[in-house]
């Protein structure tokens, strides 16, 4: 066989082999962040800041518009928000955004990977290493599965939409008394 021919057999064994490699990487991937979280933990229980009931908490750099930074910043997501603190010559600072009114997450790829944190009326980015992707993913599993953000239908406000459907004689009386009936639960 040529050298870029494959039987089946050798492409079998290939695929096993960078599925390994795969496996391999993304368990060193781990530990590696395991490790760099236990470091911020520890380094931002010492500079004052209270993480114990964080979900996970790391270390990443200043932007390019914060100024007078004293150190460099940790970011931690609690279960209720997502949280970015430092001291600077000011004074601490902290930046908080509620899980509520995240919208979505981003991470940039390249040198630095940055994570931007998008919310109503306020954005949120970490300058992070290989924690980049872990971070991401909690928010985002935090997201899915938070019940605050859930939004309450007002069933007058419904009953008030169908009248208005009736008005504009898109909706015969039958099948509106039947829909206000439903909506109402009687």
Do not use: H
């Amino acid at each position: 066989m040529g050298i870029f021919k494959k039987t089946p057999e050798e492409k079998a064994e290939l695929i096993k082999v960078k599925g390994e490699i795969a496996k391999k990487n993304k368990e060193n991937l781990s530990k590696v962040q395991d490790k760099s979280e236990d470091k911020a933990r520890e380094k931002a229980a010492l500079k004052g800041f209270n993480v114990s009931d964080a979900i996970y908490v790391f270390k990443c750099l200043p932007n390019d518009d914060e100024k007078g930074t004293v150190n460099m910043p940790f970011g931690a997501i609690f279960p209720d928000r997502v949280v970015k603190f430092q001291k600077r010559w000011t004074g601490i600072v902290n930046e908080e955004i509620p899980i509520k009114n995240v919208s979505s997450v981003e991470v940039s790829k390249g040198l630095l990977p940055t994570v931007t944190v998008y919310a109503s009326g306020n954005n949120m980015t970490f300058k992070v290493g290989v924690e980049a992707t872990k971070i991401a993913s909690t928010i985002r599993d935090l997201i899915s599965t938070r019940t605050g953000n859930q939004t309450i239908i007002d069933p007058v406000a419904q009953v008030e939409k169908l009248a208005g459907l009736l008005d504009r004689g898109l909706l015969t009386k039958s099948e509106f008394e039947m829909k206000k009936k439903e909506i109402l639960g009687l």
